[in-house]
């Protein structure tokens, strides 16, 4: 008989997720090929990334998380608010929990209205200023680690950029190989106010949202002197993302994310049909 496996579907700004229970350990071993057929929007449930509630014994429980080509990521901002949320819709953590990435520990506050606060890890690696090499062309560019690796680039017209063409050659730029990294493309609309696209690694693709570039776009544009915090961003889809973050001298401390987490639908996986290998 076909092992079945109950799933939320959940969108976190955009960015959709499928999330899974398991803490019994049912799906284990490579699960690379796994959560790729899960994410393949023609034959499988379709998302951006698939997100596996885990136990941990130091915290609430472990995330992991994999993006829609099967590779597992270290940190994923809106998918991190949605397993929040699912974390406490299924009775694993309160409305304030902490719990475990590959990228460092995190908190969360699930509130009243479906809005997830995350604190979020300290930032690292920040570049300003990079000249990049794209197309013939000198790209101004920005680089943090916000948990992901993510390039920022600064323009006048967010509507007007080849987010794809343009997004994947800075993606596998040499750059930032062997790994390479997601690229943003930002506006800066008011004082406390950006618009943001990015074209995301492992999705391989523009997505409606990406938290942690929101979070990366914010501080480097804060430390460029264009914003300050609280930054409201607006993404892709539409939704808005609350940034704030103290900008000290060296470090970037007290950096959160707050955003939307929404159920979509729920459903059931035939586990075999998806044939996780183990």
Known sequence: MARIMPFSKMSGAGNDFVVLDNRTGVLKGDLNHFAASVAERKRGVGADGVLLVEPSARKDFRMRFFNSDGSEGAMCGNG???IARFANLIGVAGKTMQFETIAGDLEAVVRDDGQVELKTTVPHSMQLDMDLPVDGRMLQASFLDTGAPH??????NVE???VIGTGRKIRYHEAFSPDGTNANFVQVTGPKTLSVRTYERGVEDETLACGTGSVAAAILMARLGKVCSPVTVTTRGGDALAISFNLGAEIVTEVSLKGPAEVSFEGQ?????????G
């Open 80 to 82: 991190a608010c949605c």
């Open 160 to 162: 007007a950029v080849d």
């Open 269 to 277: 996986l035939d586990l075999m049909r998806y044939a996780p290998a």
């Open 151 to 156: 390039v920022v680039v600064l323009v006048d």
